[in-house]
């Protein structure tokens, strides 16, 4: 930081020198567009915040803990809630941190300490990153031919672990290039020094790589996370249901092979009612999802400040 | 070579859990959901198809629900053909329809022994739409229907564009005024957007005899299509001259900002209301369907009483509750003794 701050001084100094006293307009302009640029972003944003909060902010005064408890209807707004979303979406998430995230670690890490630099390699690399770019929707359809049809015996078809597998396998490539990206951001020198003691590379991978390029691995994980909590296609096409929900006292076990629904689901279609009272109901559930990708965000940069190092 | 060999060990040895527990979890699981699976056939209903009857299957599985707790139950609205797919494919056991099953359908089910009951719950009128403030259209026949929104008009910017393809039907509300026509109206998707076809331009074609759209008819395809109802609202109430159809309780949902034209289909102009629906006198209703695997109620005693309770009076109700037109008692008399006698629908009703 300070050899850049310096040299900043220096090329400061070196265009005064060049320029005179006169000022720099065009960068001065340049400026206040990058300026003008981030306020428009952050305006859209609170444009949304202001509109999504004055909206639902009643349903919660009113109700309160009973609107998160409620279950989902599409007819009786007064009882209507968002438990059954609450839950689905907490139930996916789980399915998703079971299958997601030991598939993609492994993968990368792989990817960035087993695979040599072939062009079969590359090419699964880079693979990997268009996957990572596909519209969720193809997800969907993906999920709805495997986990729906194919693997039907498996999953029980239309079912919460379907879409639970749907959701990870969406967000395996992000975890993927993350885990790849803290791996690689670890020195060489620590391997080095690993090996230098007669570690084999499993060891130098256990007890060096990972520790060190865990706190990133977390971060990118988390992050995938709320993606995945937020996603209402691929839902909507592997069958999670918009109407109405009675598990009938089922366990959770279940309930796993069994209806569900999830928060972004539940906005979607409370969004389409006609009635005045679900558009606040909606709102109000944008809010709780709001909430929740938060808290999953905070907690990704918690942990990432709380166990970062720098090299 | 020694390296490599070493390193070749290590994957196996990092892959060999893995695959261990697949093979571990797979079997268990599949039987496990064998199990819960032949659990569910005795207390789970599913319920799929059109999103407009699905607020009143919700209405009653509410109701339901409250009396029969333990009984496992998912309403979902994708829409009338979608539902029917899985329907006949035997994922769902009762399917919302705003539409009569066609004969494709049919043998569909057929092809996987599928036997449907047909049941009418309730009658939704589709309301033609103009925004509030419109202040030159009121009543509108089918012949201006087909010159403003048929496959004819594609094209017309304005309402005046169509006046001469209008007066080649002698429809009856033309000339129009010089006022830029915007359509918003359900897209294909939609049992709405299926329904209009059905109702307004295969009557019209056949009464006219245009045989180039005797096989197939559409609305003209240059609209802004939505299967939200509630976006097509917005689109046409945020423009004077605009032009929408929505299904009744959309119209009554929105009555502050929307304006129901009336509708002549030969016999002058009726306005929208419960009662000239009811009666079919308002020519552009149709009737809300749910249909019942027959093969699940024998194997389902879950079906049967839902089914039961669907039609009781308490049941029924709900389709005016969430705000569709009840039916008249000589229909409901009709519906109640076909499900009683279980009557299997094999060929398409001409409704």
Redesign the interface.
């Known amino acids: 930081m300070a050899s850049r701050a310096g040299s900043l001084t220096a090329s400061d100094l070196v265009a005064a020198s060049l320029h005179g006293r006169k000022r720099d307009i065009g960068g001065g302009i340049f400026q206040a567009l990058l300026i003008l640029a981030l306020f428009v972003s952050l305006l859209v944003l609170l444009v949304l915040l202001y509109d999504v909060i004055s909206g639902g902010i009643s349903v919660f005064s009113e109700r309160g803990a009973d609107f998160l408890r409620g279950r989902l209807?599409?007819?009786?707004a007064a009882t209507a809630g968002v438990g059954q979303g609450i839950f689905g979406t907490l139930l996916l998430t789980v399915i998703v941190v079971l299958v997601a995230f030991p598939l993609g670690i492994?993968a990368a890490i792989?990817l960035e300490e087993?695979a040599e630099d072939t062009r079969f390699n590359r090419f699964i690399n880079v693979n990997i990153r268009n996957l990572a770019g596909v519209p969720s929707i193809v997800y969907g359809l993906l999920g709805l031919a495997i986990f729906v049809k194919l693997l039907a015996?498996?999953?029980?078809?239309?079912t919460a672990l379907a879409g639970g597998l749907t959701l990870a396998v969406l967000v395996l490539p992000i975890v993927i290039i993350t885990s790849a990206e803290a791996l690689r951001a670890v020195p060489h020198s620590i391997r080095e020094a690993g090996y230098g003691v007669g570690a084999?590379?499993?060891e130098v991978i256990r007890s060096h790589v990972l520790p060190s390029a865990a706190p990133g691995i977390l971060t990118g994980t988390v992050l995938s996370l709320s993606r995945a909590i937020g996603e209402t296609a691929p839902l909507?096409l592997v069958?999670a249901?918009?109407?109405?929900?009675?598990?009938?006292?089922?366990s959770l076990?279940?309930q796993l092979?069994?209806?569900y629904t999830a928060l972004p689901v539940v906005i979607f279609?409370w969004?389409?009612?006609?009635?005045q009272d679900f558009r606040a109901l909606t709102s109000a559930a944008i809010i709780v999802l709001l909430a929740l990708t938060l808290t999953a965000n905070a907690l990704a940069i918690i942990l990432r400040n709380r166990y970062e190092r720098k090299w | 070579m020694i390296q490599m060999s070493?390193?070749f060990r290590?994957?196996a040895i990092?892959a060999l859990p893995?695959a261990l527990l697949t093979a571990a979890c797979?079997p268990e699981?599949?039987e496990?959901?064998s199990a819960?699976?032949g659990?569910?056939v005795s207390?789970?209903i599913?319920?799929s198809g059109s999103?407009t009857v699905?607020?009143i299957?919700?209405?009653v599985?509410?109701k339901f629900?409250a009396q029969n707790?333990?009984?496992?139950?998912?309403?979902?609205?994708?829409g009338t053909s979608d539902g029917f797919e899985l329907f006949c494919n035997g994922?769902t056991d009762i399917s919302d329809a705003s539409r009569a099953i066609k004969q494709e359908e049919i043998n569909a089910c057929k092809e996987n022994g599928i036997e449907p009951i047909e049941l009418t719950v309730g009658i939704d009128g589709l309301s033609v739409v103009t925004s509030s403030e419109n202040d030159f259209a009121s009543c509108l026949s089918f012949g201006d229907l087909w010159a403003l929104l048929g496959p004819e008009a594609e094209g017309f910017e304005s309402w005046s564009d169509a006046n001469q393809l209008a007066q080649k039907y002698d429809a009856q509300g033309a000339p129009y005024p010089d006022e830029p026509l915007v359509i918003t109206a359900p897209g294909e998707e939609s049992g709405t957007y299926g329904s209009f076809i059905e109702l307004v331009f295969e009557p019209f074609v056949e009464e006219q005899g245009l045989k180039e759209y005797e096989e197939e008819v559409a609305p003209r395809p240059d609209y802004q299509a939505s299967?939200?109802?509630?976006v097509i609202?917005e689109g046409v109430s945020g423009t004077p001259s605009s032009l929408g159809w929505v299904g009744y309780?959309?119209y009554k949902?929105?009555e502050d900002q929307l304006k129901a034209l009336e509708i002549d289909g030969g016999q002058g102009c009726v306005s929208p209301t419960p009662e000239t629906i009811a009666s079919f006198e308002y020519p552009i209703s149709r009737p809300l369907f749910i249909y019942v695997n027959k093969q699940k109620l024998q194997e389902n005693p879950a079906v049967q009483a839902f089914v039961d309770f669907y039609l009781s009076d308490e049941g029924i109700a709900?389709a005016e509750?969430?705000?569709y037109i009840p039916l008249e008692e000589s229909e409901l008399e009709a519906t109640r003794s076909t499900w009683e006698s279980g009557e299997v629908i094999t060929e398409e009703t001409g409704s």
């Not at chain 1, 209807?73 to 009786?76: A, C, K, L, P, R």
């Not at chain 2, 707790?69 to 994708?78: L, R």
């Open positions: 209807s599409i007819v009786t492994a792989y087993f015996e498996f999953t029980g078809g239309r084999t590379r499993w909507l069958g249901v918009t109407g109405f929900l009675a598990s009938g006292g089922a076990y279940e092979y069994g209806g279609r969004a389409s009612l006609p009635s | 070493s390193r290590r994957i990092l893995i797979a699981q599949t496990a959901t819960t699976g659990e569910n207390g789970a599913a319920i999103s699905e607020p299957s919700v209405a599985a509410e629900n707790p333990d009984v496992e139950i998912s309403v979902q609205g994708p994922e299967g939200n109802d509630n609202v309780a959309f949902a929105n709900s509750e969430v705000g």
